[in-house]
């Protein structure tokens, strides 16, 4: 029996980034982002003036920022957010000069569909410029939030904009925290919205109840080494604010910021989906290696969030041709259950859960260029994984919410076939 070998890249490693092109089987998706760009920066105070604007600083308590931010206000890993509530019809945001060239945001407001825009660095961008089902957008606050959908790029807040007799108004946070720590599999590499089509995202999202945050980079490895281009892995990264890589060295340096758990409610279940790269002979880590970095992780997460439940997932490689049929080239399957128990044994209490993935994907799920997900494998691991949060925590989704997944039903929305 042969086995393919994965060749999970990271695309920083790559010159051309695809971002902002979606291909569905070689065709190109037609491009539906919006033009958002306004011709002066409401930053200047007195282009705000004449406009009729006012200004909320990126620290304003009105603004809730998810997943991870800096100091300065710039996002990291993958789908961060930032949401409040406002009045009125119109909402401008401005972007710092750490925003990456080409990034592409979603945005959506009163319960409407993602919207996705390109912003730009220095410049100010009207996301919303009506509300047209409201018939007094004065007296009705509704709310706003805005996903970065590249896992390799962010944006920096630098300040946001509404009509001058309008407010911002702080909105409560869910009471229930997921957070994911991962590689290119949990960033949605490869996707259609990357990300935002990512399963740890769908997963998240789809709850409609529950904040999250993405910890996830591809080509990382849980060992602290380099793997695909990241410096570090995953058992060092997690504690800091940046991912490690090239816009982490652009604009820290060698001093990241590390990250301030108590920043956020503590997370109630963590997600872990590591050992892909490792496993990849490319990066030379040993099995005893991986072994004992994973358990370290496991011990970081639980002195950080000691209620937090874990769930430990199994892996999925590529499928290969065999015989008369295709065979997953497997990954740390001994391993991965080994390391659960021993962490349960170790602190004397099933926090540490196994999550087998056998059989969520079929060979055509995994994208035979890609060795990643199709969004379809994207969504199959999404719904098995909140099926199985649901059954194991008895945690409940929302039956009404606004969209989670975007792009998807463009497929087969014909009748009279
Ligand atoms: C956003 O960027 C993508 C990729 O560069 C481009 O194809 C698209 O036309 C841009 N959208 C707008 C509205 O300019
Ligand atoms: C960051 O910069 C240092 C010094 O210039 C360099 O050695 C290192 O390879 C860089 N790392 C990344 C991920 O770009
Ligand atoms: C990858 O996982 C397989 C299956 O569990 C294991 O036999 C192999 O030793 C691992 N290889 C590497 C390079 O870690």
Same mark, same amino acid.
């Given at each position: 029996m042969k086995f393919l070998t994965p060749f999970i890249a990271t695309l920083s490693l790559l010159a051309v980034p695809t971002f902002g092109? =979606? *291909?569905?089987?070689? !065709?190109?998706?037609?491009? %539906?982002? =919006?033009? %958002? /760009?306004?011709?002066?920066?409401?930053?200047?105070?007195?282009? +705000?003036?004449?406009?009729? *604007? /006012?200004? &909320?600083?990126?620290? +304003?308590?009105?603004? #809730? &920022?998810?997943?991870?931010?800096? #100091?300065?206000? %710039?996002?990291? *890993?993958?789908?961060?957010?930032?949401?409040? @509530?406002? %009045?009125?019809?119109k909402v401008a945001i401005s972007f710092g000069k750490y925003t990456s060239p080409g990034v592409l945001i979603a945005f959506r407001y009163a319960g409407q569909d993602w919207q996705f825009t390109n912003v730009t660095a220095g410049q100010t961008h009207e996301l919303i410029s009506s509300r047209p089902l409201t018939s007094d957008p004065s007296k009705t606050p509704t709310s706003f939030e805005l996903r970065v959908t590249n896992w390799a790029y962010g944006v920096q807040i630098a300040g946001v904009h509404i009509p001058r007799s309008e407010r911002l108004y702080r909105i409560p946070d869910f009471p229930k925290r997921l957070e994911v720590i991962g590689d290119s599999l949990s960033a949605g590499m490869y996707a259609s919205y990357e990300s935002l089509s990512s399963w740890a995202y769908l997963t998240a999202a789809g709850f409609g109840n529950v904040e999250y945050s993405i910890s996830a980079y591809p080509g990382i490895c849980v060992t602290d080494q380099e793997c695909w281009g990241n410096p570090r892995g995953q058992v060092h990264q997690w504690a800091y604010t940046s991912d490690g890589n090239v816009r982490q060295n652009e604009t820290w340096g060698n001093k990241p910021e590390k990250w301030n758990f108590k920043k956020q409610q503590p997370a109630d279940i963590v997600i872990i989906n590591l050992g892909t790269n490792d496993n990849n002979t490319a990066n030379g880590v040993k099995n005893e290696d991986y072994v004992r970095s994973y358990k370290q992780l496991i011990d970081n997460v639980h002195s950080?969030?000691?209620? +937090? !439940? =874990?769930? +430990?997932? @199994?892996?999925?490689? @590529?499928?290969?041709?065999?015989?008369?049929? &295709?065979?997953? #080239?497997?990954?740390?399957? /001994?391993? =991965?259950?080994e390391i659960v128990q021993s962490a349960n044994r170790k602190y004397r209490k099933e926090f540490v859960h196994y999550f087998d993935v056998t059989g969520i994907l079929q060979h055509n799920d995994i994208g035979p260029g890609t060795w990643h997900p199709t969004d379809i494998g994207q969504m199959k691991v999404a719904a098995q994984m909140q099926m199985f949060i649901k059954m194991k925590f008895g945690w409940k989704s929302e039956s009404v919410g606004p969209m989670v997944h975007s792009g998807t039903y463009i497929y087969n929305d014909e009748c009279c076939y």
């Open positions: 092109r =979606i *291909w569905d089987n070689d !065709q190109l998706r037609p491009d %539906t982002t =919006i033009d %958002t /760009k306004l011709a002066v920066s409401l930053l200047d105070t007195k282009e +705000a003036a004449k406009g009729g *604007w /006012k200004t &909320y600083k990126p620290d +304003a308590k009105e603004l #809730s &920022y998810k997943g991870r931010w800096d #100091s300065r206000h %710039t996002s990291w *890993w993958s789908a961060p957010g930032l949401k409040f @509530g406002f %009045t009125g019809e950080v969030f000691p209620r +937090a !439940q =874990i769930i +430990a997932m @199994g892996l999925w490689n @590529g499928f290969g041709p065999s015989g008369e049929t &295709y065979t997953p #080239s497997p990954a740390f399957v /001994k391993e =991965i259950p």
